[in-house]
């Protein structure tokens, strides 16, 4: 079964095939309006959400699909029942379930007791479909990733960690910019050195982010506390201080660099008010372009399944 819940489960050519999908369906919407017609999709949010929930929901409406929604307060997962009694009684409704949960395991261990495919729409450990969404946008707004220089300031978190998949496996060039005790998680570092055997893909960690942003087509930033971080945040707001994007940083990427953000953004501290508003930010482009990738993984996991 084809579960969307990391990017490492996928080839490049079916990553590809996934930013070609979603690009040809913001292009030309209509053509796709019921592709997915009596299919049904459930969403199962543990986390508030704005993109994520707006993109998947109205996604799958606008493949024609049913989309019900259930709020953090609705299943309580492995609360009010088993995980692997929700993903079986669920599997008899619907025809694919996106989760957005605090514990990657959770994800895991839906998806093992799950006969419909599973969508991560984010845990404490990945984010996969941001990062389909930014991968994305750097190809419509930049060209090929593996002509470009790419660098992410900030914590090495979920979001991180799906980059680095997408970047390794695609053979793009990543500079990671991160304090020592947030690099990302080493399994993931390790995996991405051996998928570059294969792509060609390069990836640094550099301590100074002036060092790391010299010759940038593209910066990168995320918050500095995310959600489930909260009791971190003296310590984390420490630790992050040297590592905004501002004006003086943006300067010393190329003039045409463009600035990224998955958004929340805490304007003050990983980004500027100034730069988020700047020529050089694509934000909400970014944000716009994940409803067409959500579009793409629904059309591409469930006709997939449907084999």
């Known amino acids: 079964m084809n579960h969307f819940i990391s990017l490492k489960y996928f080839s490049a050519s079916q990553i590809q095939d996934l930013i070609d999908l979603a690009i040809r369906i913001k292009v030309a919407p209509l053509d796709s309006k019921s592709s997915l017609a009596a299919k049904s999709v459930g969403l199962i949010f543990e986390k508030s959400s704005l993109r994520t929930k707006t993109a998947f929901y109205l996604g799958a409406l606008q ?11 609705e299943i309580k997962l492995g609360q009010r029942e088993s995980i692997s009694d929700v993903a079986r009684t ?5 025809d694919a379930v996106v989760l957005r949960t605090y514990s990657h395991s959770s994800i895991l261990e839906f998806a093992h007791a799950s006969s419909v ?14 990062a389909l969404a930014d991968v994305m946008t750097i190809k419509e707004l930049k060209g090929d990733i593996k ?3 790419v660098v992410y300031i900030g914590d090495g978190n979920n979001v991180c960690n799906s980059l680095i998949y997408a970047f390794s496996l695609l053979g793009g060039k990543l500079t990671l ?37 010299v010759g940038a087509d593209v910066l990168y930033t995320d918050v500095w506390i995310s959600m489930g971080n909260e009791d971190q945040q003296t310590e984390r707001k420490k630790a992050f ?9 943006l300067q010393l990427a190329k003039q045409d660099a463009i600035v990224m953000h998955c958004l929340p953004a805490h304007r003050g501290e990983e980004i500027t008010d100034s730069v988020i508003e700047s020529e050089n930010s694509v934000v909400f482009t970014q944000a716009q372009n994940r409803l067409h990738t959500a579009k793409a993984i629904l059309s591409y996991i469930l006709k997939e399944w449907a084999k």
Do not use: C, R
Request: net charge negative; hydrophobic share 35%; aromatic share 10%.
């Open 177 to 213: 910019a991160i304090p020592p005790d947030y690099l990302p998680s080493v399994e993931i570092l390790n995996e991405a050195k051996d998928y570059a055997k294969i792509s060609g893909s390069t990836m640094e960690i550099v301590p100074s982010v002036e060092e790391a942003v």
């Open 90 to 94: 669920l599997s008899g409704y619907l």
């Open 63 to 73: 493949l024609g699909a049913y989309a019900v929604y259930y709020s953090p307060d």
């Open 241 to 249: 201080k040297n590592y905004q994007i501002n004006g003086k940083i």
């Open 147 to 149: 002509k470009l220089k």
């Open 117 to 130: 495919p599973v969508i991560n729409g984010l845990s404490d450990f990945l984010h996969p479909s941001q």
